[in-house]
């Protein structure tokens, strides 16, 4: 029989339970008793339906309140000493979000652990602290209390847990001259004796997830990995070593002789290794096959997937285990609850709870034990996917020939960046030490609440548009008052960058209801592109040339750029990511056309999510940025020499991707600074990057009113690296989240600081 299973669940909510109860918590309008009950439930029902959809474990360990790294961190005591001494007993919950958040209930405030993006995904964790001498311990009850909730069911249950190769691959060191892999043998300590009180608590497998074994790995960290699963082969649970996002690569062999139970892998992302990986593998083990997709929301072709996986189930027999690639934390949890989408469309689609169905379906046709409902349910998934593949919503002739016409030209400017700064220059007559912003101003509870009166129809279409005009005239009028050279109008319509566009675009669909976990109680709601995508009209225009109507200096034209537009949707599996991208490139390049024609001087293309994208092998990071700038450069090249092209980013790491952002050849590019003591610039100065810099001077993050001389200070250490002439002066990043009783005076210290630059200079 080929065994079914999953290798975690959203634990969220369907409501967002969760997050409503542990923000509550946080509030002190609940107790920790009424949050644990509410964690309690969640667990129970993710576990029934579970059971209920017939797969033959329950999933024990991938509940978390807030993070499930952090769990494994706590698991092992590492907890780090500002957030004081825990040398015995129990971690306490509050203590736990003072980690992660700073704060709890009780407890002294500490500045929380960094949070970082667990791989490739938009799941953010928190980074484990290491440093030499650390000892570890046992430190948690939690999931072995957890184990015992799930018996009560009387099901078979299945603990998943990060791997401690992996947990100390996203941590970081914080000592000198100090390698993390000096606290192995530590860690392995503790995580020996959790899977022996696993063991004595009747739990028969354990799922080490492993996914580090995707990227490449150094030396170290390979033997590392032999090292770690000989110490654990003594262990009295069996061991099933889960990897994800990708293909083993070189980390096959490796990964296919460590001495344990049974192996996960993902042939979603990498479908070619499976017949490699059973070759390699010793006959004691079984094979776990991640075949339905953990990362997207598409129903999966059941018919397709049976015939594929046949060879796989006659050299493997009962070895075959069956599963989604990944944990679902990565997906919403129920299609059911979209009442409000059509029926065709919903047809196509598959949350997580959908996804436990044909796990466990697909594992009976492989089986040829198939119920008549299993049959019927196959044939429903081949309809569904004959009406997606056929249907006019998702092909657009247009769209695809428009596509197959692009020529090289199409994304390069028409002249190189010294001549178009000359015409620019003449054109937008401004100072040295030019000052802008990046684009938002403060989303104020008044524009947030108009609204909602309007998307609930409470608020008609020209009081709305009244309302928002109100709004960017003040912005206007704030900043002309300011004295800044570049003007933007606010962004008061956008919700949020990529979903203002999703709407406006064609081939995007919504849900109502399908969260996804970001952080701690924080989640997103991804749009979902489903067919070709195309600009029905236009998307900003009117907003940009009501701002630019009221004055005399340059509005800048505000769009999110075609990776970013991408990187934060869910995405279509039927053609490369990059033929995606280019549709929403076009669409944007025709937007960008649009703003030019109707007088906008300078456009800038935000891409904050461009370096997020980057595959986790380097090998593969070159095929990505190509067409990742290509597909910017297709958005703005159509810009005349005299339309100035911005774009911005947020991230503090340059040094791997500056060619590619030198090759995206904005005029203009606004980042993220002020943290880093402007050493960010380095990069750029050794790459002698051509362009225009606007390196952020203050924090927006922060609600503090920087002051002019460290401005000024930031900006001499600027000018240090790159010719003045090039160098703007403008914030981090956006100020929606602020106040504009903080954004008046930090903007009127930023323009004082351009002033005495410009004294100096
Ligand atoms: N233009 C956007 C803003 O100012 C950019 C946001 C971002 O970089 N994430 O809000
Ligand atoms: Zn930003």
Redesign the pocket.
């Known amino acids: 029989m080929t065994l079914a299973h999953i290798l975690g669940y959203p634990r969220i909510g369907a409501n967002r339970e969760l997050k409503k109860a542990s923000e509550a918590y946080w509030q002190n309008k609940i107790d920790q008793a009424e949050l644990e009950a509410q964690g309690a439930s969640l667990r129970a029902r993710h576990w029934r339906e579970q059971q209920a959809a017939g797969l033959d474990f329950v999933t024990v360990g991938d509940f978390a309140f807030y993070d499930q790294v952090l769990n494994v961190s706590l698991l092992l005591g590492a907890v780090p000493e500002r957030f004081g001494r825990f040398d015995q007993g129990e971690i306490d919950l509050d203590t736990s979000f003072r980690m992660a958040r700073g704060r709890a209930p009780s407890g002294e405030p500490a500045a929380a652990c960094e949070m970082t993006k667990y791989f490739d995904t938009n799941y953010h964790y928190l980074v484990p602290e290491l440093h030499a001498g650390q000892r570890l311990r046992l430190a948690s009850e939690r999931l072995f209390g957890e184990v015992e909730e799930a018996r009560s069911l009387r099901h078979p249950v299945k603990v998943a847990l990060l791997g401690p190769v992996t947990w100390l691959w996203l941590g970081k060191e914080k000592s000198e001259d100090f390698d993390r892999l000096e606290l192995l043998d530590e860690v392995l300590t503790v995580y020996g004796q959790v899977l022996s009180r696993l063991a004595e608590q009747g739990v028969e497998w354990v799922q080490l997830d492993e996914p580090a074994l995707v990227q490449d790995l150094p030396r170290a960290w390979r033997q590392a990995y032999e090292s770690a699963y000989n110490k654990l082969r003594s262990s009295p649970a069996k061991l099933l070593v889960a990897t994800y996002f990708g293909g083993l690569g070189d980390n096959l062999q490796l990964a296919t002789s460590l001495p344990v139970d049974g192996l996960h892998i993902d042939t979603v992302r990498a479908p070619e290794q499976l017949s490699r990986v059973i070759d390699n593998l010793a006959p004691y083990k079984v094979l776990s096959v991640g075949a339905i997709d953990g990362r997207n929301i598409w129903r999966t072709d059941l018919a397709a997937l049976r015939d594929s996986l046949q060879d796989a189930k006659a050299r493997l027999g009962d070895r075959l285990w069956l599963a989604p690639s990944c944990s679902l934390l990565h997906v919403p949890v129920d299609l059911s609850a979209e009442t409000e989408l059509d029926t065709e469309f919903k047809s196509w689609l598959a949350f997580a709870r959908q996804k436990l169905d044909e796990t466990v379906t697909l594992a009976r046709l492989l089986d040829g034990r198939a119920t008549q409902e299993d049959e019927a349910y196959l044939a429903e998934a081949s309809r569904a996917l004959a009406s997606r593949h056929e249907s006019t919503r998702i092909h657009k002739p247009a769209v695809a020939s428009r596509l197959a016409a692009i020529t090289p030209q199409d994304a390069r400017r028409a002249s190189t960046y010294f001549q178009r700064t000359k015409a620019q220059r003449q054109r937008l007559d401004l100072p040295l030490f030019p000052t802008t912003t ?3 101003f403060p989303q104020t509870g008044e524009i947030r609440a108009a609204r909602r009166a309007f998307k609930a129809g409470e608020l008609n279409h020209k009081d709305y548009r009244a309302r928002m005009e109100a709004e960017i005239a003040v912005a206007v009028e704030r900043q002309e008052a300011l004295g800044l050279d570049v003007l933007v109008h606010g ?1 008061p319509e956008r919700n949020d ?1 990529v979903e203002y566009f999703g709407e406006l675009l064609e081939g995007f669909a919504f849900t109502r209801f399908g969260w996804v976990q970001s952080y701690g109680s924080r989640c997103v709601k991804p749009p979902i592109i489903v067919g070709d995508v195309s600009r029905p009209a236009p998307m900003t225009i009117r907003w940009s040339e009501y701002a630019q109507s009221l004055t005399q200096k340059p509005v800048k034209g ?1 769009l999110t750029g075609p990776v970013t537009i991408l990187q934060w949707s869910f995405v279509r599996d039927d053609q490369p990511r990059e033929a995606t991208c280019r549709q929403i490139a076009l669409a944007l390049r025709d937007e960008v056309e649009d703003l030019e024609a109707g007088g906008i001087q300078a456009i ?1 293309i ?1 891409e ?1 999510a461009l370096r997020e994208g980057l595959p986790l092998r380097q090998d593969e990071w070159q095929a990505y940025l190509d067409w990742a700038v290509e597909c910017f450069q297709l958005a703005a090249s159509v810009a005349r020499d005299e339309t100035q092209i911005h774009t ?1 980013m ?1 991230y503090s790491e340059f040094n791997d991707i500056i060619a590619s952002i030198a090759a995206l050849d904005a005029d203009v590019i606004t980042i993220e600074t002020s943290r880093s003591d402007m050493e960010l610039l380095d990069a750029f100065q050794e790459f002698s990057y051509p362009n225009e810099i606007g390196p952020g001077v203050y924090d927006i993050h922060s609600p503090n009113i920087p002051e002019v001389s460290w401005m000024v200070e930031l900006m001499e250490k600027a000018a240090q690296r790159i010719p003045v002439e090039r160098l703007w002066v403008n914030p981090d ?4 989240t602020r106040d504009w009783s903080e954004v008046e005076p930090a903007l009127e210290a930023m323009v004082a600081a351009a002033q005495e630059l410009r004294r100096r200079h």
């Open positions: 990046i684009g938002s962004e960058m505000m800038q935000d904050p911005h947020c990043c956006g100020l929606k």
